[in-house]
């Protein structure tokens, strides 16, 4: 059976609804996948994260490998058991790490040497090292290794790096032992549209089980992300899930489900949630705010989330000025489920075949 199928296709876009088949379930698409970087979304139980709707979630092969590392995660029973969750996981593979880590990394053909960002021991991931710490920590999608440039790095080392990662993705393809796990390559190329263009036929030359689009969300202009998802999606193949990677404003995510993007993974929902920034369909709410003292209604009117059914925005203001660690927990909830929220209706919406006509009445 195919891992990925396609339900309904929109009239007025490239937008899709699709059904992803895993080793821990089946997932709807487009989706959102809350992140857990190192074995955890902050400050939220798993119970608490499927209450808000999610069906997969991402961990960071990087920061697991440093701890608790990937031999302490297999005593304690694999990534499903360490996290607490049973429903399905993705594991990045380091590359975005290349790029936030680049201080502390020296990079060639062969891999990249990082200086632990925690006690600057010395960290080699290759292609083969990467794909085998994820074969073993036993995620249902693992990503290639690849090279994650800056937004503005010049011609020769944009080149470089997609030519890295089209190396990397060979080898970790290669490197690839685990048949219960889907491996997605990663399209590279900044806003270059002629290096997606070569990046992505000669990934898709490979085969992989999914497609990602990386690289961006690194400093771009929106316009200037979606312009190379648009030209990208088209290069794939139609029957595998494609992924945009780090990408996660609900203005970057109905934009990239219009031109065809299926998967959607960011920290803003918890880290703008720590910081008293909560989502809503009306704009974003500060929750820090002296206008909220009194206020006591909910973040959003309408959400069902466990935040806006028990909290008025009042309260939440004086657990955020006080220190007390309910306030990031309850604003986290409340984004994740706003999250969920948005792509079920962006499903729903793409089902009935009224996504285009569903979006002119919106912004984000």
Known sequence: MANFQLLHQDSSSAARHGLLTTAHGQVETPVFMPVGTAGAVKGITPRQLKETGAGIILAN???????PGVETVERLGGLHKFMGWDRPILTDSGGYQVFSLGSLAKIDDDGVEFASHVDGARIYLSAEIATEIQNRLGADIIMCFDQCTPFGVDAPQLEKAVERSILWAKRSKQ?????????????QGGTNLELRTHCAKELVEMDFDGYAVGGLSVGEEHDDMIRTVAHTTPLLPEDKPR?????????????AVRAGIDMFDCVLPTRNGRNAFAFTENGPVRLRNSSHTNDAGP?????????????????????????????????SL????????????VRETLKKNEFAKWTKRIDY
Do not use: W
């Open 334 to 345: 409340h984004n994740l489920r706003f999250y969920q929220r948005l792509m079920a209706k």
């Open 175 to 187: 490197a690839h032992v685990n048949s219960a796990q889907m491996l997605f390559g990663i399209v």
């Open 243 to 255: 992924y945009l990677m780090g990408a996660g404003t609900p203005k970057d995510i109905i934009a």
């Open 61 to 67: 092969t990087y920061h697991l490998l440093l701890r």
């Open 299 to 331: 973040i959003e009117a309408g959400c069902d989330c466990y935040c806006c059914r028990n909290f008025s925005r009042g309260a939440l203001r004086h657990f955020f000025n006080s220190g007390e660690m309910l306030g990031p927990i309850l604003a």
